[in-house]
């Protein structure tokens, strides 16, 4: 081979053949039409001299250290990507090579290992919800609770959602964007004390509307007080929607219990690391009369000609799959690999783990919003309980906050005032398991005095 390409595997033969089969006389010739002065020139990179494996792994070493990470610094930031601790076992199960290589089941007869978790993930997360189906996952929480919004419309095929404000704000971006390509109007709920003032969903929900959305616990980690919403919903025609917080369900009553008729919500707590803000994973689950209107697919348990447990692709509503006029939606893919990880972390918890999980986060996200609130200038944004995070009224601005906190190496809350301007300067605090006495003292500490 020539050129230098030796990643390219192909004979200097193969590459005169290409190149005479379209009329050019070079590689170079291909590049004609791009201006001079835009094209990289011999030298122009002034690349450093090449590392040996050893140093290169020292380089990058020390170039990730200097990012601030969630083991030297606690992290007292949440809104909709959250800290928790994640048993050993799971990144055991995720890092076996059948799994995290594997890609698509199209071919159920060799993909049985990768159907089941899938299938396991799937009951779980009806177990959780209280829902009948579930689907194989989609991207994140955001996306899940639009394919919700889009699906409700065209079952009742009508083309309005109300949506509260207490929902995440970037939850309610996304759902904007899905809407707003497809002709369907978004209205908003207002607030009443941090919660959707439930009154006015009388005077706005009408004969048009598709559904009502809501979260649970909400944007603010306040628990809304769903008992009626679905009944108001119902009474108009409209489904309702609930984006939850799944470890949350350990505590509280399941959304069926509510009479929900779609769940949906961001999984990466379940055993998925923070990172850098992804991958997550966002979970859908539906009465079973809505079975057919879940986007992406759903497996499937069956049994082979021999009477033994297998399992297929039940569903596949994708375009991929069936003719793209008769797709539920555009989703292409699943997030499988963090379904596994949802499904060995829920499995490795049980029932009893997870409840004593979300009492830590309960009680701890309490004791923080106490000693917070005690001090002169910070005051609850809104009074009710609380899961996991609360909103405070600062004396000064979160951004800047946010800097002092990081002085004493500590990663501060969200700054909720360019979201909700009316609160004036406010931060929301998020505290999980994973936060000690100390931290939060620390934490404490570094907030009194500071306005």
Known sequence: ????????????????????AIGAASAEQLFDEL???VRLKKGDLNLPPSLSEMEATAHLGALAAKNINMRDYPCFLGAGVYDHFIPAVVQHVTGRSEFYTAYTPYQAEISQGLLQSIF????????LTGMEAANASLYDGATALAEAAVAACAVTRRGKVLVSRSVNP????????????????????????GATDFSRLEEM?????AALLLQQPNFFGLLEEMEGAAGIAHRH?????LSVDPISLALFRAPAEYDADIVTGEGQGLGNPPSFGGPLL???????????????RIVGETVDRDGRRGFVLTLQTREQHIRRERAISNICSNQALNALAAAAYLAAMGPAGLRELAELC??????????????????????????KEFAVKLPGNGGRLNRHLLEHKIIGGLDIEPYYPELGPAMLFCVTETKTREQIDALVGALEGWS
């Open 205 to 209: 929900l009408d004969g048009d509307t």
């Open 1 to 20: 081979m020539s050129g230098g390409r030796h990643y390219l595997p192909l004979t200097e033969a193969e590459r005169r053949e290409m190149l005479a």
């Open 120 to 127: 396991e993930y799937q009951t779980l997360i009806c177990r």
């Open 282 to 296: 966002g979970f859908f689950a539906a009465r079973q009369k809505l079975l057919r209107r879940i986007p992406g």
């Open 362 to 387: 309960l009680q701890k996200a309490a004791y923080a919003r106490e000693k917070i609130t005690a001090l002169e200038g910070f005051a609850q944004a809104f009074p009710g309980m609380h899961f």
């Open 237 to 241: 025609g409209a489904l309702l929607v």
């Open 35 to 37: 201006p001079e002065e």
């Open 170 to 193: 970037h939850y309610r971006r996304v759902l904007q964007s899905y809407l707003e390509v497809r002709d369907l109007q978004l209205l908003e709920i207002p607030l009443i004390e």
